[in-house]
Every structure is written in structure tokens, then in C-alpha cells.
């Protein structure tokens, strides 16, 4: 059984960082993708961030603030936000599938079969 329990969000001033981990259990395929997605109440989810493809992913408006990154050996998967944006603010979620090629990555960022509970990330002005 896949599980992804997300931490690390939290309140901070515009301009702060914070650095959201994803500890992931369960992955018994030799590939997987991964990645950050958000949502805001009241809106669709979005795509923040993702590895898994042939280069990471990241939406236009977290390049070059985010970073996206793994460590294997730990099975976790984090995401280092700098210059926090009040735009920003959502719930965080993890996940994952299983992906073999690049066509498995991009149904992956339409639809991931795994995911974890949330992590709550608010910037304040």
C-alpha cells in the first residue's frame, strides 16, 4: 500500500522559506513519478512542481523560487520554496505514480493515483 505523508508547511511573511517533505512508503515499481500539486479552495488544482520525466516540471510562477528534489535512499521527496509570495498560500499535496516513459509522466501531472493528506502553506504581506 502507497502512502505519502506530507509536513514542513507552515505560516511565514512574504519573502520566507519553507521547505515541504514527502516521505513515501509502499513504492514497489522500479520508476516513479512524483511531484507537488496545490489547490486553493474555490479553485482547480494546480501542478507547482514535478520529477520523474525527462527534466523536472515546475509551473511558470514558482521558477526559479522552487526547487524541487529526492533522496532516494530516504524515499522522500522535497520541495524548498524561497521567496514565498502571498499567491502562494494553499494546501500542499504529494504524489506519486508509477512511471515507465515520458507518456507515463504526463498522465501522471493530469491525474497522479497516489496522494497524500495536505500540508498547509500560508504567506502572509
Known amino acids: 500500500q502507497v502512502q505519502l505523508v506530507e509536513s514542513g508547511g507552515g505560516s511565514v511573511q512574504a519573502g520566507g522559506s519553507l521547505r515541504l517533505s514527502c516521505a513515501a512508503s509502499g513504492l514497489t515499481e522500479s520508476r516513479y513519478c512524483m511531484g507537488w500539486f496545490r489547490q486553493v479552495p474555490g479553485k482547480e488544482r494546480e501542478r507547482v512542481a514535478a520529477v520523474g520525466g525527462d527534466s523536472p516540471y515546475y509551473t511558470d510562477s514558482v521558477k526559479g523560487r522552487f526547487t524541487i528534489s529526492q533522496d532516494n535512499a530516504e524515499n522522500t521527496l522535497y520541495l524548498q520554496m524561497n521567496s514565498l509570495k502571498p499567491e502562494d498560500t494553499a494546501m500542499y499535496y504529494c504524489?506519486?505514480?508509477?512511471?515507465?516513459?515520458?507518456?507515463?509522466?504526463?498522465?501522471?501531472?493530469?491525474?497522479?493515483?497516489?496522494w497524500g493528506q495536505g500540508t498547509q502553506v500560508t504567506v502572509s504581506s
Open positions: 504524489a506519486a505514480d508509477r512511471c515507465l516513459n515520458e507518456y507515463d509522466f504526463t498522465l501522471f501531472m493530469i491525474n497522479p493515483t497516489f
